[in-house]
């Protein structure tokens, strides 16, 4: 497995980052050597089951809406208008 | 007799908070000599990002006449403790020390703190870190490194970095941290202090700022295993705010006792002896074997040979998770918004690239790799195969021993700088621990030695799921025999 430039700008793509050339070359290097590595993985024959989750449905809490404590502190981290998050303009 | 500044801090967590329910120490003289130490230290040391010294001097007083009219009678009631701030603390910063999250103050109190605050324990600040936790040298943080109070050339670990270096240079008494595949136990283990990662599930993460989460577990970093034990009885327990907290888990706090080990039987992978494990290390954990003789434990060998997939299959589901995990920091509801961007899909991209450093961006990328279509089977679907083959080898192995007996890392501290520019060899150094998160199991780390250099070397004992009392009854009769 070889992570080149086209692999490398569909990664940025996927975590939405953008890097710049000496990061490029830099991230490309460890993540070639790093996918070398892990890639010892293909080694296992059976494929284990997909998505297993540590807790039972079942044990679930009642999907019940209750107050939230204070709403306002939640917006107090982010620019916001009329309670409202604020983001660039996406529509003309 | 009153005791001196001094004494105060050499205290175990314990110890102060009888001398606080004897009277022989008030809680604000307790705050205060670890805040003068804070004062003294930190700057060098680097081991806080927030310094909560009005908070908790009034919280001191507050928790004083608590405990004075009877209303606040926890066992740990009157100690300080500090918080990794990957830890929710409402009105206080929590950074994930990360340029990302520089001036977010959470809006809550993860599940731990409002537990810890009901006990009477008073927050002293919070601790500096890898940032998001992704880190084994601290050497990640936004905020700079930590140094370690053994040696300030070399790193504390990471990624609790703060914690470790904070509970072994006495500026707190015991710390909260988190652990996702060693972060608690290795820079324990750097700084010759003790550290617990819990079974998965038996504290609740609500408010643990999320990295892995089917691995993520808050621990403890304390002086010893009995202070561990006790915060471990406050902080574990059903939450129902985290689904995949246990409900059916109780601690059984009053069976931990050091005793005689005479029955028990440890187990060591004759692997944990063959995979780059320096002579100190090596020999530490042979002579760690005996002491364990000598308590009437019996000592085995046997084979795992899963332990080659430990760090593959940990990188590979950590790293999926973390780009799933981190998608949330955009720059809209919390954290750094770039001030370059003009369209929404600029403000995603510029904030995410302005605000998240290397080591966090470069297992964001191969996250998406490793989830992507095209390679999900060939990594992340034999990554999970990993996972439950190394489970159920640790199930297997559980049904001869009580516990498995290991390293916590292949060498002791590294000097600082060493290891940044080959992040390979860094995610090498955490075999012994993966292990452990995989598995879900306990583990604690415990002092046992130093090595040529001075620098001190742990050993790690790990039980079964939901083994705590067990596992720290046999750690803190260790402790006691090891008299370091």
Redesign the interface.
Known sequence: MTVDNGLLTQLEALGKLSLDAEERERFAKDLNEILDYVGMLSELSSDGEDGVCPVSADSLRADEAAPTENPEALLENAETADGCFRVPRTVE | MRCGMNDITKMTALELSAAIRQKKISVTEAVNAYLDNIEKLNPELNCYITVCRDEALSRAAEVQSGIDSGRICGRLAGVPIAIKDNICTKGIKTTCASKMLE???A??NATVIDRINAEGMIILGKLNMDEFAMGSTGETSYFGSVKNPVNPERSAGGSSSGAAAAVAAELAPIALGSDTGGSVRQPASYCGVTGLKPT??AVSRYGLIAYAS?LDQIGIIGKNSADCAALFDVISGAD?RD??CS?EFAFDYNSVRAENLSGKRIGIANEFLNVGLSPAVKQNLLDSAKRFETLGASIDYFDLPEL??A???Y??IACAEA?SNL?RY?G????H?SEA????D?????S??EG?G?EV??R??????VL?QG?Y???Y?????????ITKAFEKAFERYDFILSPVTPDTAPVLGESLGN??KM?LSDIYTVTANLA?IPAVSLPCGYDGNGMPVGIQLMAKRFGEAELLSAATAFGKEADL
């Open positions: 001036n977010f103050v809006p809550y998965y599930s089917s129902e689904m995949t409900k080659k997939y760090v593959p299959a990188y590979v780009s998608a955009d809209v509801r919390f954290g918004r961007a003009k369209t929404l600029e403000m995603f991209v510029f995410r690239s998240l290397d961006r470069r964001i990328m191969l996250g998406s790799f992507s390679y089977d060939a990594y679907k034999k990554a999970v195969t990993a996972k439950q083959l992040p390979l995610y879900g």
